[in-house]
């Protein structure tokens, strides 16, 4: 495959995700939970771009909704994994 051809497809694909339906998902509350934990990590990321930290991001802080609407216990314990501070 070229170079070319590769940019191609990955326009192409952005494109064709752009204007695709939203992806819905139902999986367990516990999972979901270790699911925003790897997104927070990924979050941290330094190669991370602007655009992928946002998305991701906006995707946890929405899971993290989800989460604490259904465990408000968890609400808290979640919030943490947002705070650089508390990085060891």
């Not at 934990?37 to 979050?43: C, K, T, V």
């Amino acid at each position: 495959m070229t170079h070319g051809h590769e940019e191609d497809l990955i326009r192409r694909l952005v494109l064709e995700l752009r204007h695709a339906e939203p992806v819905t998902a139902q999986i367990p509350a516990i999972d979901a939970y270790a699911l925003l934990a790897s997104l927070q990590l990924a979050w941290r990321h330094p190669r991370l771009s602007p655009y992928q930290a946002h998305v991701v991001e906006k995707a946890g802080r929405d899971l993290q909704d989800a989460i604490a609407r259904r465990c408000p216990f968890a609400a808290e314990t979640l919030e943490l994994g947002w705070n650089r501070a508390l990085d060891v």
